[in-house]
């Protein structure tokens, strides 16, 4: 229940995206990440990194592949 997760894991009042380093604010913005597999709160994301890593997959190989072809074509 997202609800009693926030209760538990309060968000600091100065808290940054764990990826981005985006300085968190508003609900909206505030993602409490976890693994979808295991269920493991990892941390604060903004909701962009939320999304993005969710959109693939939460896969660190497709997540590095993605990486490489950023670099690759930059």
Do not use: M, W
């Not at 985006?22 to 604060?44: A, F, N, Q, S, V």
């Amino acid at each position: 229940d997202r609800q009693r997760l926030r209760k538990i894991y309060k968000k600091p009042p100065l808290a940054r995206c764990t990826i981005c380093a985006k300085l968190l604010y508003g609900d909206k913005e505030i993602c409490l990440d976890h693994c979808h597999k295991t269920g493991k709160l990892r941390g604060y994301l903004c909701s962009n990194c939320n999304v993005g890593i969710g959109k693939l997959n939460e896969d660190p190989i497709l997540i590095q592949q993605a990486i490489n072809y950023i670099k690759f074509h930059s």
